[in-house]
């Protein structure tokens, strides 16, 4: 019985096991590294400008918006 102490903690798991390091990462050959920046180049190539305009070749065909919303949302 403890009356003025705190009972002991519990003992800590034990540690995890350590696993062995993974193989090193195998040298890549220039060729295929000129070859991998050159598709990317021509992935980029290929898109072009579209993707970054948003509107059309005559702006913004929509109405402005010209009135002021109101405190009740209209």
Known sequence: MCIFRRPSPPPPPPPAPVTPPSAPPTAV????????????????TQQGRKSTIITGPRGISGEAETRKKTLLGQ
């Not at 050959?29 to 980029?44: E, F, G, L, Y």
């Open 29 to 44: 050959s220039p060729v295929a590294v000129a070859a991998r920046k050159a598709q990317k180049k021509r992935q980029a």
